[in-house]
């Protein structure tokens, strides 16, 4: 019996004459991660599937985050991801982005050898094309046999897509292994022309591995809720937590965290990730919860909507300040901040949106807070920066209980963020401008403008100098986004 890594078969190429070998993966990883023989195969992922057949189909998946792990374990959440696949839509690719087990590459690794992918069910094809595209764009793309040879965490998601769709589109196989930060944006700066409505993104993480089965729960359950938030340092920071919490055998809290953090610096306001589902191996065998792995599933959804769908009403707007002034008499009382279950039903107030508050004392500025994340209910976060305008702001001190009477409160609200690429879209007076670059990010509320007589190049390297501290023409080779805000 031979035994051979990559199979060959000769075919002819038509553009240039020449005999040249077409190459096919094999699946190395079946009999071991998945079963073997093609019709238990069949069975074994369409009864996963049949128990996700309810859930909710969606037309704008742009990514799915999915485990890797043997089917009996992660099979179930797996599936659950993509059964949220609307499979009529006709996606052009599907990048899969996953963890290197067996290899460091300080980088990544597109398969550039491999035409097909092969399982039991039959061959994927690879997108060369577009793996040589990515190689050429960046030199942190390149490849290495070694680390696809007999990687399992790309190879055990295809079955799912041969029986979810009728023909699979080519496939673009990404091993990412490197923890260098600036390789990761780099990653995804090229990746983000292709993070489009024709393509499909799937990554391959596991989550905790090895601690007992209530401490993967509660590591799981944050590291679940930094992914959801869309906010790529709150990820990287609870991992870090993780690292130092001296939580017995947890040796990671995702395997994938590298091709996670790749996508979440693809993302901005215009995505929603969902939670899906979580289970850990302790879950489907209780034999030994001393040791277990965790699983999560993901959907991260393309968002539609734009800036001008958001809209505040009289009430809604009546309500806010109405929380706002009770979080600062609730803290001066010592009490936990009161909310009616009207506004814990509101779908508007319960919206993921940034907001300032600003306190003003005849006239002169008391206290100013905001927060310009979208990971926070509107209500929340306007309850936490009144509080904050009136006990945290550095530049005051903590507001008194007989200066209540003499407060004027102003709430803004921001509408979500769009990303722009040129400041011939950024309107001066109406928009806000938020600048990041790396872990340095600033902005101004637009009324700024009308308190200054700036121009619009000007607000911008105000903003950039000033606020992000990335100078003043920093802000030519960063992320720019505007927004509005609703002020009442």
Request: with cysteine; glycine share 6%; charged share 25%.
């Amino acid at each position: 019996m031979i035994i051979t890594l990559i199979a060959a078969i000769m075919m002819m190429n038509m553009d240039d004459g020449q005999t040249r070998q077409t190459v096919v993966r094999p699946a190395t990883q079946a009999g071991r991660f998945y079963e073997g023989d093609p019709r238990a195969l069949s069975q074994d992922v369409d009864s996963f599937l049949t128990l996700h057949r309810a859930s909710a189909k969606y037309d704008n998946v742009a990514a799915l985050i999915v485990p890797h792990a043997g089917y009996y374990f992660s099979g179930n959440v797996a599936a659950s991801a993509y059964m949220t696949l609307n499979t009529e839509k006709p996606y052009k690719r599907i990048f899969l982005l996953g963890p290197s087990h067996h290899t460091w590459l300080d980088g990544a690794s597109v398969n550039a050898e491999a035409d097909y992918y092969a399982t039991p069910l039959g061959n994927v094809k690879v997108d060369s094309a577009t793996v040589r595209q990515l190689i050429e764009a960046d030199s942190v793309f390149s490849y290495s046999r070694k680390a696809h040879s007999q990687e399992h965490c790309l190879e055990v998601q295809l079955p799912f897509l041969q029986r979810r769709f009728a023909k699979v589109p080519p496939i673009v196989p990404i091993i990412i292994a490197t923890n260098d930060f600036a390789k990761m944006q780099r990653m995804a700066e090229v990746l983000k022309p292709y993070f489009n409505d024709e393509n499909l993104f799937i990554i391959s993480s596991d989550f905790s591995h090895y601690p007992a089965y209530d401490d993967a729960c509660k590591v799981d359950k944050k590291s679940g809720e930094a992914v959801a938030s869309g906010n790529v340092e709150r990820f990287i920071s609870v991992i870090e937590e993780n690292a130092r919490s001296g939580i017995p055998n947890l040796s990671t809290t995702a395997c994938g965290e590298f091709a996670i953090i790749t996508l979440m610096l693809m993302l901005d306001s215009n995505y929603e990730v969902k939670h899906l589902l979580y289970q850990n191996s302790g879950d489907i065998d209780r034999h030994d919860p001393r040791r277990v792995v965790g699983y999560h599933s993901f959907a991260v959804l393309r968002n539609q909507q734009t800036e001008q769908t958001f809209i505040l009403n009289a009430e809604e707007k009546r309500l806010l300040r109405e929380i706002a002034l009770n979080s600062i008499k609730d803290k001066l009382d010592g009490k936990r901040t009161r909310v009616s279950e009207e506004v814990r039903k509101n779908p508007t107030l319960n919206r993921k949106c940034g907001a300032f508050v600003s306190l003003h004392k005849h006239g002169k500025l008391r206290g100013c807070m905001g927060h310009f994340g979208e990971d926070i209910p509107l209500y929340e976060i306007v309850a936490e920066m009144a509080r904050y305008a009136a006990f945290e702001d550095p530049r005051f001190p903590a507001l008194r209980r007989n200066e209540l009477d003499d407060i004027d409160m102003e709430i803004s609200v921001l509408t979500p963020m769009r990303r722009i690429q040129s400041l011939d879209e950024f309107q001066l007076h109406r928009h806000g401008i938020f600048i990041k670059k790396g872990y340095h990010s600033g902005t101004f509320l637009p009324q700024v403008a009308d308190e200054v007589n700036w121009t619009k190049e000007e607000f911008v390297g105000h903003c950039s100098r000033d606020k992000a501290g990335i100078g003043w023409d920093g802000w030519r080779d960063a992320e720019l986004y505007v927004y509005e805000a609703i002020i009442f």
